[in-house]
């Protein structure tokens, strides 16, 4: 995808025009989208708010009535349309890899950044995350900090297999996030 290459004309790099975030839950992919959005002055979206408002209810509700296939047939659905966009910045929910099409569109479709935090700092970001609670429901019978590690070490394949771009969040702020993503997509400081 020649948008996305990373091409240098006359020793500028061309920024892709649909860039999405993905990455496990509180990696800081809204906060990021929106301000990486800024940045490049381009419309972003969260990926979740836009199947919640298609819908008129939370995840967790939809989870609740439909259960996961449900949710992930309705992410895609929402993911194609995303795709479809000629410019947006796009914050991902973090089970999106998950479903085989989703990462064959992350890859085609997007330039994809993977933003990454150790498990620690995931646990100590969802205890503090009011969404997390209200909106998210978990993912397995498992305590939250297992649950973390293991769906981890399920999904990082497939994080890796999409992204482009990898960016540790742990000890950065989502502004400095979102400055060095623009820079490394950018070629300027």
Same mark, same amino acid.
Request: proline residues 5%.
């Given at each position: 995808?020649?948008? *996305?290459?990373? +091409?240098?004309?006359? @020793?500028?790099?061309?920024?892709?025009?649909?860039?999405?975030?993905?990455?496990? $839950?509180?990696?800081?992919?809204?906060?990021?989208? =929106?301000?990486?959005?800024?940045? #490049?002055?381009?419309?972003?979206?969260?990926?979740?708010?836009?199947?919640?408002? +298609?819908?008129?209810?939370?995840?967790?509700?939809?989870?609740?009535?439909? @259960?996961?296939?449900?949710?992930?047939? =309705?992410?895609?659905?929402?993911?194609?349309?995303?795709?479809?966009?000629?410019?947006?910045?796009?914050?991902? @929910?973090?089970?999106?890899?998950?479903?085989?099409?989703?990462?064959?569109? #992350?890859?085609?479709?997007?330039?994809?950044?993977?933003?990454?935090?150790?498990?620690?700092?995931?646990?100590?970001?969802? $205890?503090?995350?009011?969404?997390?609670?209200?909106?998210?429901?978990?993912?397995?019978?498992?305590?939250?900090?297992?649950?973390?590690?293991?769906? #981890?070490?399920? =999904?990082?394949?497939?994080?890796? *297999?999409?992204?482009?771009?990898?960016? +540790?969040?742990?000890?950065?702020?989502?502004?400095? #996030? *979102?400055?060095?993503?623009?820079?490394?997509?950018?070629?300027?400081?």
């Amino acid at each position: 995808m020649a948008e *996305a290459s990373g +091409a240098k004309p006359e @020793g500028r790099r061309i920024v892709p025009s649909r860039i999405a975030l993905i990455g496990y $839950r509180c990696t800081g992919k809204t906060s990021v989208a =929106r301000l990486l959005g800024e940045l #490049l002055s381009m419309p972003w979206i969260d990926l979740d708010r836009e199947i919640q408002t +298609a819908s008129g209810v939370t995840i967790a509700e939809t989870v609740a009535r439909e @259960g996961w296939p449900g949710f992930r047939q =309705r992410e895609l659905r929402a993911l194609e349309a995303c795709s479809s966009r000629e410019r947006v910045v796009a914050a991902m @929910g973090g089970g999106v890899v998950v479903t085989p099409h989703c990462r064959e569109l #992350l890859s085609n479709r997007f330039y994809t950044v993977w933003l990454t935090a150790r498990v620690e700092t995931i646990f100590k970001r969802m $205890r503090t995350d009011p969404v997390t609670g209200e909106q998210r429901p978990a993912l397995t019978e498992l305590d939250p900090e297992r649950e973390i590690r293991a769906l #981890l070490d399920e =999904r990082a394949p497939w994080y890796r *297999a999409c992204a482009r771009m990898v960016v +540790a969040t742990d000890e950065k702020s989502p502004r400095e #996030l *979102a400055a060095e993503i623009r820079s490394r997509l950018t070629g300027k400081e």
